[in-house]
């Protein structure tokens, strides 16, 4: 054996009783506690969750509760649960994220019976655009100019991208002599002038900030924390957009605190603490400033023409296979039918 | 040995040069710069995390399992391959390349499918007598182990091969036993080829995400590796920080690299 | 590969025996049945679940897979791209090769440092980086994303070490004695190169060049943001499958990843095949 494969030897042998026990550790932790908290998010959530939490635990309900988190696509989450990852509470970029849990028997069908009807942030889609706007975009009209370049993630591969499509639909189907024709052809169009379609809203944002494309469909939450983080970007918010409503929800098998945490993450502290993440409150009265926003003061403008999936699309039960299914959605065709980028 | 007139060997070390640099000289160059920009702030905020710091022991720890594992594996099918002859022996050398070929997406999923805890082939049965696969360091190991398989095999084939089994053959009618042939014969004389193979193994552990990323739960500070915190701290603005991370772990595997090539007896040249 | 051993062992066997015969001891049975437990729980095993998966409607999701334009579209990109990145590797790779174990000069350990770094990398920084250097705001002027030379670019990136690293010792291991004996006999350059040194390295850039077909075939990480994933020109099969799951449409995904299974397959034995014919010649 040589010195080199013996060290390796040793290294392995030294490194297996810690890898073992964390083996044993891991697993033993399946079991709900009432002092852990399972918490699964979608990704932004990772910097959002932060304040949330530590304020959680200086109430009396959430002392001594301490966290275990894990964030990434809200599609990728919720397959992990499904497939057994231990999760107290779920907060998804998407209703059908939930509603797959639901399917599993890991949350309870009345999850959405509350106050806000399962919803515990919400956002609206965005033009994020360089700084100054060199090109003066402020309406969905403006993405379908020739020469314009748009970026939007793949409603195919990104769950979470499935607002910035049905967005530009609703804006062709309401407007005045619009109707499913119309908007199909506004989102054909738009999908022409589409040069990259990255399979996750981060890593659309990511190809944007590398020089791609001039108008990125993104959410408010993450533009403000773009414009935050010192990047050289502006958004937009155009008169007429899609409200973008995360779920939340606690399993089946949680500990009875995920419920508390919950109430908490509702309550006004709570939604505060999303509205500096950027995120609009889903209760009323909630004031506060946020660095970032084009507004600080006023962070969460009005926006004059507000639509909803369930009052214009009549819920993602029927908008998402309606729209989205592998082979009958329209959207899905109208990829399939197009040569993008050519 | 045979050598190359003088022009012919500056053109090729030329062409050589260049294309390395603007493959991966260049952007590796680039990834040092972004990850000092802002001096030794992006390290120290990096490091003042909790969650950073486990994940490049967890990431350190799943790698060396599977090297060792895969460096028994390699040398003992490498072995088996080159020196013995078995029905099944050509399927079997195709199937061992096969792994390289799964995108991270399908290993993912195709180890889900059967150790999973709720409805996987063998993972309900497992986690009944305590062993838990997926979201944990086993599923983990084996994730690693899978993309990784036939780096050790394919560089000792070769080199068993060329070597060919004289002085095997020598030692054993001397009346050497098979276990002393191995030991003494062998094995030191594949002794580069195994460590090539390992340094590679090594590297490529140490940046694997695909499929850990479906296979780990992505846990902060449990079962997060350092390329999916680098990705999370990417897609939370902490652009800084990753890059940091990047280079740590870049910078980990060029130094086993140094050493081995540092021990390593000059090759002869011409 | 195995190639150059089984034409020494038909040699030895004689012709016309195919080669069932088994020459293991109890040590090597022994090893080989642990070898096999392990290789069928990690990879046979879940593969065999992935094909599973694809047959839970019967043929009907191979049809569908290979019918549906924008998956096929895939295909043809993802093989295409990756024999041609193969094909560039095979001749970059043996030069690097060379020039790391004839060749002398300073800075020559940097060079061999530098190869390994694709495998160190993460995929995703790794694109990146390479964003940042060949895409919009790219230094050279160069702007690659969003186009198929992006794939080109970054699987070129990824399977750099291969057969580098599998040609590299075999070379060093050429019998000084043999090259110099062609030489005193009167070979040129070139005929030694061809009669001698190549033959003895094609198995190990058949090795590599078949790792580097299977790396390139399943990347994913690189080409997030670097290429764009746009559908009929940047979108690899990766992305399908992921679509696929996303969709909630496993059978499609399982069937989309057993095709590329079968290509893989195809590819590795064609190079088995290819390189016995070579070695049986030479």
Redesign the interface.
């Known amino acids: 054996m040589t010195q080199r494969n013996r060290f390796l030897a040793l290294a392995a042998a030294a490194l297996a009783v810690p890898a073992i026990l964390s083996g044993c550790a891991a697993s033993s932790g399946a079991s709900s506690d009432s002092d852990k908290l399972s918490v699964v998010g979608f990704s932004v959530l990772k910097t959002a969750n932060e304040p949330v939490i530590s304020a959680f635990q200086k109430t009396g309900a959430g002392k001594g509760v301490s966290f275990t988190t894990s964030y990434g696509a809200s599609g990728d989450q919720s397959r992990a649960v499904a497939g057994g990852l231990h999760a107290d509470e779920v907060h998804l970029s998407l209703q059908p994220d939930v509603q797959s849990l639901v399917d599993a028997g890991l949350v309870d069908k009345s999850w959405d019976q509350n106050a806000t009807h399962g919803i515990l942030t919400d956002s609206v889609v965005v033009f994020l655009v360089r700084k100054g706007n060199p090109l003066h975009i402020e309406s969905w009209d403006d993405l379908v100019k020739p020469g314009v370049k748009v970026i939007t993630p793949n409603p195919a591969s990104s769950g979470s991208a499935k607002w910035n499509i049905l967005a530009a639909w609703a804006h062709a189907e309401d407007a005045p002599g619009g109707s499913d024709a119309k908007a199909q052809e506004f989102v054909t169009k738009l999908l022409h002038n589409t040069v990259a379609l990255p399979g996750s809203g981060s890593d659309a944002l990511a190809s944007f900030l590398a020089g791609n494309g001039d108008v990125l469909l993104a959410y408010e939450n993450d533009s403000i924390e773009a414009k935050a983080a010192g990047d050289d970007v502006d958004y937009i918010v155009p008169k007429d957009t899609l409200l973008i409503e995360n779920p939340a929800a606690v399993t089946t098998d949680a500990s009875p605190k995920a419920q508390d945490f919950l109430d908490f993450q509702l309550s006004k502290q709570g939604q505060t603490l999303y509205a500096k993440a950027g995120f609009r409150p889903v209760i009323s009265g909630v004031k506060t400033d946020v660095p970032g926003a084009n507004d600080p003061r006023n962070p969460f403008p009005k926006v004059p023409h507000l639509y909803t999936i369930d009052k214009d699309f009549g819920g993602w039960d029927k908008a998402n296979p309606e729209f989205f299914d592998d082979t009958t959605g329209i959207i899905t065709k109208i990829i399939a039918g197009l040569n993008i980028g050519s | 040995m045979v050598s190359l007139p003088l022009p012919a060997r500056w053109a090729v070390r030329l062409v050589v040069l260049a294309y390395v640099f603007l493959l991966v000289g260049w952007p590796m160059i680039t990834l040092v710069q972004n990850a000092f920009a802002d001096g030794l702030e992006s390290f120290r905020a990096a490091f003042s995390d909790p969650d950073v710091t486990h994940s490049l022991i967890v990431t350190i720890e799943i790698s060396l399992w599977a090297v060792a594992i895969n460096t028994v594996f390699g040398v003992g099918m490498g072995l088996l391959l080159v020196r013995y002859e078995f029905p099944g022996k050509r399927a079997l050398s195709a199937l061992i390349d096969l792994p390289m070929s799964v995108s991270p997406v399908v290993i993912g999923l195709a180890l889900l499918l059967v150790y999973n805890g709720r409805n996987g082939w063998f993972g309900p049965s497992l986690e009944s007598h305590g062993i838990v696969v997926i979201f944990n360091s086993p599923g983990m190991i084996m994730a690693t182990c899978f993309v990784a398989l036939p780096l050790v095999v394919r560089e000792v084939v070769p080199v068993l091969e060329e070597i060919g089994d004289d002085q095997e053959q020598a030692a054993r009618s001397l009346g050497a036993g098979a276990v002393q042939v191995l030991r003494r014969v062998t094995l030191p004389a594949i002794k580069w080829a195994v460590v090539y193979g390992v340094v590679l193994t090594l590297a490529r552990s140490l940046g694997e995400f695909g499929a850990l990323k479906i296979v780990s739960g992505n846990l902060t500070g449990q079962t997060q590796t350092a390329p999916l915190v680098v990705e999370q701290k990417y897609n939370n603005f902490a652009q800084g920080e990753a890059y940091a991370v990047s280079f740590i772990l870049v910078l980990i595997s060029v130094l086993c690299i140094l050493v081995v090539s540092l021990l390593r007896p000059k090759e002869s040249a011409s | 590969?195995?190639s150059?051993?089984?034409s020494q062992?038909t040699r030895a066997v004689g012709r016309g025996r195919p080669?069932?015969?088994?020459?293991?001891?109890p040590?090597?049975s022994l090893?080989?049945g642990i070898?096999m437990i392990?290789?069928s729980?990690?990879?046979?095993?879940?593969?065999a679940?992935?094909v599973a998966?694809a047959g839970g409607e019967g043929w009907h999701g191979y049809v569908?897979t290979l019918t549906?334009?924008?998956s096929w579209a895939a295909i043809k990109l993802t093989v295409g791209q990756s024999l041609l990145v193969t094909g560039i590797n095979v001749v970059?790779g043996t030069?690097?090769a060379?020039?790391?174990?004839?060749?002398?000069?300073w800075g020559k350990?940097l060079?061999?440092?530098?190869?390994?770094?694709?495998?160190?990398?993460?995929?995703?920084?790794?694109g990146?980086?390479?964003?940042?250097?060949y895409?919009?705001?790219g230094p050279l002027g160069i702007n690659v994303?969003?186009t198929p030379a992006s794939v080109t670019?970054a699987l070129?990136?990824v399977t750099?070490?291969f057969i580098v690293?599998?040609v590299?010792?075999?070379l060093?291991?050429?019998d000084?004695d043999v090259?110099?004996a062609a030489?005193s006999l009167g070979a040129r350059?070139l005929t030694?190169?061809r009669r001698?040194?190549l033959p003895?390295i094609i198995?190990?850039v058949a090795?590599?060049a078949?790792?580097s077909?299977?790396?390139a075939?399943?990347?994913?990480?690189s080409l997030?943001?670097l290429s764009?994933?746009?559908?009929?020109?940047?979108?690899v099969?990766?992305?399908r499958?992921?679509?696929?799951?996303?969709?909630?449409?496993?059978t499609?995904?399982?069937a989309l990843?057993t095709i590329?299974?079968g290509v893989?397959?195809f590819v590795?034995?064609a190079l088995?095949v290819i390189q016995r014919r070579m070695a049986r010649r030479g």
């Open positions: 590969m195995t150059a051993v089984l062992d080669g069932v015969r088994s020459t293991l001891t040590g090597a090893g080989l070898a392990w290789f729980l990690l990879v046979l095993i879940p593969l679940a992935i998966t569908d549906n334009p924008q970059m030069l690097i060379w020039v790391l174990v004839r060749d002398r000069f350990r060079l061999d440092l530098v190869i390994d770094i694709p495998f160190a990398m993460p995929t995703i920084v790794a990146l980086v390479l964003l940042g250097l895409g919009p705001r994303s969003n670019l070129a990136f750099l070490p690293r599998t590299q010792p075999v060093a291991e050429l000084a090259e110099e030489a350059r030694t190169l001698i040194v003895s198995p190990a090795a590599g078949a790792l077909f299977a790396r075939i399943s990347e994913y990480g997030v943001l764009g994933m746009l559908p009929y020109r940047t979108e099969v990766s992305v499958v992921l679509s696929f799951i996303e969709g909630g449409d496993r499609s995904a399982a990843a590329m299974l893989a397959l590795i034995v088995d």
